[in-house]
């Protein structure tokens, strides 16, 4: 990032902060005399020539990080408070962090002519932004938010990073309260827009689907008449967003009714899934090596993206054969010759069906050490009890960790799994699995993040 002296390396445009400030800013000291690198909110991170944003959060405040940003050769500081700082740094000051570096990302985004392209959905988003962004690669050069970076905080991040060489952006959209995606796409501008589904994750927050429907359709609503929405035509709740948005509509998905759709899809285990792509009256096949079924819907969106910006079905199939993700379901060898399928980083009714999927699909004994699924709300009971109706047909044992995921193991007994166990601890889970897994067996470990599941595999992965 830049101030008004000129462009850093590889910036697109030079930004005057004080300007970009606008209103937010109450005083400023060498307010010109930098050039900064990067927006930085980790002062871990900080290093020369950086611009440290002291923002305040519920467990710790920026500004007392600001000696170790300065130390660790941070340039300038932007700060809510009057502040020490060394004599040679820029100092902002203003009424609002968190506000000026939304302006500031917005107005790089401004001053940028890459073409901006949206996700968002209640379940797989990080997938399709991977998909999306590898395929596009093939042929563009790409911005991809980082990580989790899809939040108020972490979306300006990305935009900073913005530079002449970036021809497309592809940016991952998370919500926690409505109005968090309008923000977001305000500041980013997509003119294209993916919903990948939509579902009761948050639901015990948000108080209604209606409400989680209206928080995802924010993303659609604010495409330009000249972008794209593309739309989970298998999900009716997000083929109605359809009405929604300015935009032209297309609809991805394996139904008849889909404009991108799977038709032939075939699971190999762990080794992928094959299908024939159609689009147009033309179709090819496409292999691609991410694990399970339920995988079909981020390519189908990463396809559409791709065709949408030019790219013949062909180029688009070849690129989606090489995509290698760092997805968050691994495969890990566990002890004895087993395998561990950690999928333990979040989990709500459809990625939990998804990932059962998976396991019924693979060979040996299959094992799901499964936990509870958060801020579903009221409908946390019907979630649970589908996914432990799921588990009775998908697996040959279950381990439930923990009584608030009770009804998982219920519903697996009631629908013929003789061997279901519930335990209290993960730790006592990792004690079953060292004890019985076995040459050949699958064992499946998810639940939502805060259940703590990483230490069953932490436990027993073996070089």
Not at 69 to 95: D, K, Q
Not at 365 to 379: P, S
Not at 384 to 403: T, Y
């Amino acid at each position: 990032m830049t101030d008004a002296r000129g462009p850093d390396r590889g910036s697109a445009t030079d930004l005057d902060l004080a300007e970009a400030f606008g209103s937010l800013l109450v005083a400023a000291r060498n307010a010109k005399s930098f050039r900064f690198e990067r927006a930085v909110i980790d002062s871990r991170q900080a290093a020369a020539g950086d611009l440290f944003f002291a923002l305040r959060g519920e467990r710790s405040d920026g500004h007392t990080f600001l000696p170790q940003a300065f130390a660790a050769g941070a340039a300038g500081a932007v700060v809510e408070r009057p502040s020490e700082a060394p004599g040679a740094a820029a100092l902002f000051h203003v009424t609002d962090a968190l506000g000026a570096l939304q302006r500031l990302a917005a107005r790089r985004r401004q001053q940028s002519g890459v073409r901006v392209i949206g996700v968002t959905g209640s379940v797989g988003k990080t997938t399709a932004k991977e998909l999306i962004a590898h395929v596009l690669s093939s042929r563009f050069k790409v911005l991809k938010s980082p990580a989790n970076l899809n939040t108020e905080i972490g979306i300006p991040l990305t935009l900073l990073e913005l530079s002449d060489k970036h021809e497309r952006a592809v940016l991952e959209m998370a919500m926690y309260v409505p109005g968090d995606i309008a923000l977001l796409a305000k500041l980013a501008r997509p003119s294209v827009g993916v919903v990948t589904n939509i579902g009761p994750v948050h639901l015990e927050r948000i108080g209604w689907m209606g409400g989680i429907v209206a928080a995802k359709a924010e993303l659609v609503e604010a495409l330009p008449p000249d972008g794209l929405a593309i739309l989970n035509g298998d999900d009716a709740l997000v083929s109605a967003l359809g009405a929604r948005t300015r935009a032209r509509s297309v609809l991805y998905g394996r139904s008849r009714q889909c404009d991108v759709r799977a038709v032939d899809v075939e699971s190999h285990g762990l080794d992928g899934i094959g299908f024939t792509l159609g689009v147009g009256g033309r179709s090819t096949h496409v292999r691609c090596p991410l694990p399970g079924e339920h995988h079909v819907y981020p390519a189908l969106a990463a396809a559409a993206v791709g065709l949408h910006e030019g790219m013949p079905v062909e180029e688009v199939a070849e690129a989606l054969g090489s995509a290698r993700l760092d997805i968050r379901l691994t495969v890990r060898r566990g002890p004895a010759g087993s395998t561990l399928i950690d999928d333990s980083y979040n989990a709500s009714p459809a990625s939990m069906l998804a990932a059962l999927d998976l396991l019924s699909e693979l060979p040996g004994r299959r094992i799901a050490v499964l936990g509870e699924m958060r801020e579903l709300g009221a409908a946390a009971e019907e979630g649970h009890r589908r996914v432990g109706a799921r588990a009775a047909s998908a697996c040959d044992s279950l381990i439930v960790v923990g009584e608030a995921a009770r009804l998982v193991a219920e519903e697996a007994r009631r629908a013929g799994l003789r061997d279901t166990r519930l335990v209290s601890t993960a730790d006592e889970a990792a004690a079953i699995l060292r004890e019985e897994l076995r040459a050949g067996d699958h064992a499946l470990i998810k639940a939502s993040r805060a259940v703590g599941l990483e230490s069953v595999v932490a436990a027993l992965v073996t070089p």
